[in-house]
T-cell receptor
Framework: DAKTTQPNSMESNEEEPVHLPCNHS???????IHWYRQLPSQGPEYVIH???SNVNNRMASLAIAEDRKSSTLILHRATLRDAAVYYC?????????????FGQGTILTVHP | EAGVAQSPRYKIIEKRQSVAFWCNPI?????LYWYQQILGQGPKLLIQ????????DSQLPKDRFSAERLKGVDSTLKIQPAKLEDSAVYLC?????????????FGSGTQLSVL
């Protein structure tokens, strides 16, 4: 499975935008880019996903590079409740049944 | 909409004992996953079901772990006998159908401590 590289940790201030980067240089044409986050003592929570075009939803925006070798998750106004581990994952298409392989993720700390 | 239900929330056992975890996915979700999350690591897929059939169990330690989803709805994951290294959170997830364009819904997990 293609792998992703994320910073181990990032910090932000409340009400400021947060840009979480992810590198996936070995991405294949059918891989979807997924982001999940995990709050303490909870299971992972879906945030957003996309294939080629940028995506927006109520939680965040996903900016995908034109060559698809990197992407950025954007939280427009961080709140204390956004403090979590954020996982960038490639979900392979084809016959792999969309298997998600989690890495270490980025620990986001939000300061009041 | 009800989420993925898991029980128990916590379990403490001695090594070499057996333990079972239960998962009820979101209604109508055909695909069910069991993940193992060791402290400080990301979740690792153990097994994936499509309805009541297994589509991926390549990372399931089959000498001690077993899982079933007999009626294509709820599922049970069993460990027998447990080892110290099995201490982890066991997460169940479900999706409407399998596929890279589908999102997964996770339960809160069962935290297992093996002493």
């Amino acid at each position: 499975d293609a792998k992703t590289t994320q910073p181990n940790s990032m910090e932000s201030n409340e009400e400021e935008p947060v840009h979480l980067p992810c590198n996936h240089s070995t991405i294949s044409g059918t891989d979807y880019i997924h982001w999940y986050r995990q709050l303490p003592s909870q299971g992972p929570e879906y945030v957003i996903h996309g294939l080629t075009s940028n995506v927006n939803n109520r939680m965040a925006s996903l900016a995908i590079a034109e060559d698809r070798k990197s992407s950025t998750l954007i939280l427009h106004r961080a709140t204390l409740r956004d403090a979590a581990v954020y996982y960038c994952i490639l979900a392979p298409g084809g016959t792999s049944y969309g298997k998600l392989t989690f890495g270490q993720g980025t620990i986001l700390t939000v300061h009041p | 909409e009800a989420g993925v239900a898991q029980s128990p929330r916590y379990k403490i056992i001695e090594k070499r004992q057996s333990v079972a975890f239960w998962c009820n996915p979101i209604s109508g979700h055909a695909t069910l996953y069991w993940y193992q999350q060791i402290l400080g690591q990301g979740p690792k897929l153990l097994i994936q079901f499509q309805n009541n059939g297994v589509v991926d169990d390549s990372q399931l330690p089959k000498d001690r772990f077993s899982a079933e989803r007999l009626k294509g709805v709820d599922s049970t994951l069993k460990i027998q006998p447990a080892k110290l290294e099995d201490s982890a959170v066991y997460l169940c997830a479900s999706s409407f159908i399998p596929g890279a364009n589908e999102k997964l819904f996770f339960g809160s997990g069962t935290q297992l401590s093996v002493l």
